[in-house]
């Protein structure tokens, strides 16, 4: 049973969509989903370019929108980032270090815990990305840097602030690479990390915060980490531009949390 919880399915379609792209496979996702009534919460995450597009697409349907990330900053001479306020018209999510951000703008954690606290003051939910490296896990540091990313989080925002905050765990390797974690390492790594929130709130609140977990998920796949181990849904990269794999990952969610 998941009191007082729904699950969550969130795509990120990364830098793979032109725009006609996005409002196609955006069309088609709403087409598939429309007949059916999901208890499951569905988000996208588009470019930029598209969010006020599919944000008006997808005003009265099901499919919340979001955005792939924010500067930290809520203004300044910061040519070629976007700001909190030039996203908070178009988006309920945001997704924040991400694995292809971290290492590409070198995001410290600190950072991106300010992220989180710009996003929530402006009523946007942060879905903060956390994970390990190859080496780290070769290395059964797995846990270690795991907690070190939630601790961060935990130091910096208030507890109404984390209970709204979404976790997704995404193994760095497991991501755009096929390569699958088994279900029991998920669940050890989401008990650890909902124990270390219950150490800064309480049981009841920490059971309330969603944890995602992310990293070559497919509707195959999904069901193993969903039932039974403390996972509230999924981040999905490469097959949340695919409508029909998307839709089929929803599905087998709402099945699996549902059991
Ligand atoms: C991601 O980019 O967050 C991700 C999980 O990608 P993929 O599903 O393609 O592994």
């Known amino acids: 049973m998941h009191m007082n919880k729904r699950a969550l399915v969130v795509g990120n379609w990364k830098m793979?969509?032109?725009?006609?792209?996005?409002?196609?496979v955006f069309g088609a996702l709403q087409k598939l989903i429309h007949a059916k009534e999901f208890a499951v919460d569905?988000?996208?995450?588009?470019?930029?370019?598209?969010?006020?597009?599919?944000?008006?697409?997808a005003r009265d349907t099901s499919i919340?929108?979001?955005?792939?990330?924010?500067?930290?900053?809520?203004?300044?001479?910061?040519?070629g980032s976007v700001s909190v306020g030039q996203i908070r018209d178009f988006v309920s999510w945001c997704i924040i270090g991400h694995s292809e951000v971290r290492a590409r703008e070198h995001d410290s954690n600190e950072s991106i815990?300010?992220?989180?606290?710009?996003?929530?003051?402006?009523?946007?939910?942060?879905?903060?990305?956390?994970?390990e490296t190859k080496e780290q896990r070769?290395?059964?540091?797995?846990?270690?840097v795991l907690l070190s990313q939630v601790d961060i989080l935990l130091k910096n925002l208030d507890r109404v602030s984390i209970m709204k905050t979404v976790i997704a765990y995404e193994p760095i390797?497991?991501?755009?690479?096929?390569?699958?974690?088994?279900?029991?390492?998920?669940?050890e790594v989401m008990l650890s990390i909902r124990k270390r929130i219950s150490q800064s709130l309480d049981n009841e609140l920490a059971d309330r915060v969603r944890l995602l977990y992310g990293g070559s998920v497919q509707g195959e796949n999904v069901g193993q980490y969903i039932a039974g181990s403390g996972v509230d849904g999924v981040l999905v990269g490469g097959a949340s531009t695919h409508p029909r794999d998307f839709f089929a990952i929803i599905s087998q969610v709402a099945t699996s949390y549902a059991q």
């Open 138 to 144: 070769d290395g059964e540091e797995t846990l270690a």
């Open 64 to 79: 919340t929108v979001g955005a792939q990330n924010v500067h930290e900053d809520e203004k300044g001479a910061c040519t």
């Open 173 to 187: 390797w497991a991501i755009g690479s096929g390569e699958l974690p088994d279900a029991n390492s998920v669940y």
């Open 42 to 57: 569905i988000a996208v995450c588009p470019s930029y370019p598209s969010l006020p597009a599919i944000a008006e697409l």
């Open 16 to 24: 793979e969509l032109s725009h006609k792209g996005a409002l196609e």
């Open 113 to 131: 815990a300010r992220k989180a606290k710009i996003l929530l003051g402006h009523g946007i939910t942060p879905i903060v990305c956390i994970g």
